[in-house]
C-alpha cells in the first residue's frame, strides 16, 4: 500500500478563477489528464453501463474534460443532458458548442457540492480527480447520495503509491506551473488505493469494481444490479 492517505489544501483551490496561474494550472491539468489516460480509463468504464438521459459530473472544473468523454461516448450514449457541477461556472462558449455539436445539452450547476447533491436528476455520476479533495467523512456522505441518486456511479482518481508519487514530481517536465507541481504530490497523498472506495459504498445491491488503472489512476465504478 506504501503510505497512509494525507489531505492538504490545493492551490488551485484557493485562488481566483481568473486568476493568471490558476488558468495556467487547469490547461497544465488538460496535458496531466492525457498523460494519465483519464478519459480513455473512465470510457472504458462507462461503455458498459446503461446510457442515461442525464450525466452529472462533480468537479467538472472548465467542463473541457468531460467534453474529451462525450466525444468518445456520443456514438454509445446520445442526446446526454451533460450537468457540470463545481463552485463557479468556468464552462466557456466553445466548450458549450462542442457540447452542442454531438447532440448533447450542457448545463452548470454551480454551488457547494452537498448542496447540489439532493437537488440533481441524473441517472449517471461522474468524477474526476475529484473524490480525493474529500476527507473520509465527507466522502462516506457524498456517496451515500450518489447511491440514492443515480443508478451508476464512475470516478478516476489518483493512485496513491510510490510510483505515482515519483511521477507526480516529475511534472515539471510537462511544463506546468508551481501551482500544478504542488497540487500534483498533494493528489497522489491524498488519492486511493486497494478497496477504499469500495469499503466506503453504502448500499447493496451494486456491482462495484475498483482498481489500478495504468499508469497512474485508481478507478472506480458501482453500477446498480437490474432489478
Known amino acids: 500500500m506504501g503510505f497512509s492517505r494525507s489531505l492538504e489544501p490545493e492551490l488551485l483551490d484557493l485562488l481566483a478563477a481568473d486568476d493568471p496561474r490558476a488558468r495556467a494550472s487547469r490547461r497544465d491539468l488538460v496535458r496531466i489528464n492525457f498523460v494519465m489516460r483519464q478519459q480513455t480509463i473512465m470510457a472504458g468504464l462507462l461503455r458498459p453501463l446503461a446510457a442515461p438521459r442525464r450525466l452529472a459530473d462533480l468537479g467538472s472544473g472548465d467542463g473541457r474534460f468531460l467534453l474529451g468523454l462525450a466525444r468518445r461516448m456520443a456514438p454509445h450514449w446520445p442526446q446526454v443532458t451533460a450537468l457540470l457541477v463545481d463552485r463557479q461556472d468556468l464552462v466557456s462558449a466553445q466548450t458549450r458548442a462542442g457540447f452542442a455539436a454531438l447532440g448533447w445539452k450542457c448545463e452548470s450547476i454551480t454551488g457547494d457540492i452537498f448542496e447540489a447533491m439532493p437537488h440533481l436528476d441524473a441517472e449517471m455520476i461522474t468524477a474526476n480527480l475529484f473524490l480525493h479533495h474529500l476527507d473520509s467523512l465527507d466522502l462516506r456522505r457524498l456517496l451515500m447520495l450518489a447511491e440514492q441518486k443515480a443508478c451508476g456511479f464512475v470516478a478516476c482518481e489518483p493512485r496513491r503509491s510510490p510510483v505515482a508519487l515519483l511521477a507526480s514530481r516529475m511534472v515539471f517536465a510537462l511544463a506546468c506551473n508551481d501551482v500544478t507541481r504542488h497540487d500534483a504530490v498533494a493528489s497522489v497523498r491524498a488519492g486511493f488505493n486497494g478497496r ?20 497512474f489512476t485508481h478507478a472506480f465504478s458501482a453500477r446498480r444490479d437490474a432489478v
Open 196 to 215: 477504499e472506495l469500495s469499503r466506503l459504498w453504502p448500499g447493496d445491491g451494486w456491482r462495484l469494481r475498483e482498481g489500478l488503472a495504468l499508469p
